[in-house]
């Protein structure tokens, strides 16, 4: 897939959020790579896995964890790996476009503060 249109896909699933959402999406970039890195994979507590299985990763400080002293620092990144989702989806776009909207609700979870093990019982893991 054209990384255009890749990005076009996150761009609509970040604008299909309901607003409740978008309001407290303060200081986060959300950014495309092609493939994790080494450093992604130990990040994501996968060292050694393939990095095909990594589709999007959350870094920074979720909002349960601000307090009073959250000010002046860099803006958290969501990670939104465009050839792995790729892969995991296969050649149909609408699987893309599922894949990625999934992803995205994912890592936006954790900004939120939600763990990987209640995203799994909520049927999002």
Known sequence: MESDRF???VAEALDSLPEEFLVHLENVEVVIEEWPTEDDLEDAGMEGADPADL?????GIPLTDRGSWYAGVLPDRIVIYQRPL???AGE??????????RTVIH?????YGISDERLEEMGWG
């Open 7 to 9: 990005q076009e896909l």
């Open 55 to 59: 589709l999007g990763l959350y870094h």
């Open 107 to 111: 890592e936006i979870a954790h900004f």
């Open 92 to 101: 149909e776009p609408e699987l893309v476009r599922e894949e990625v909207q």
């Open 86 to 88: 790729e892969r995991a």
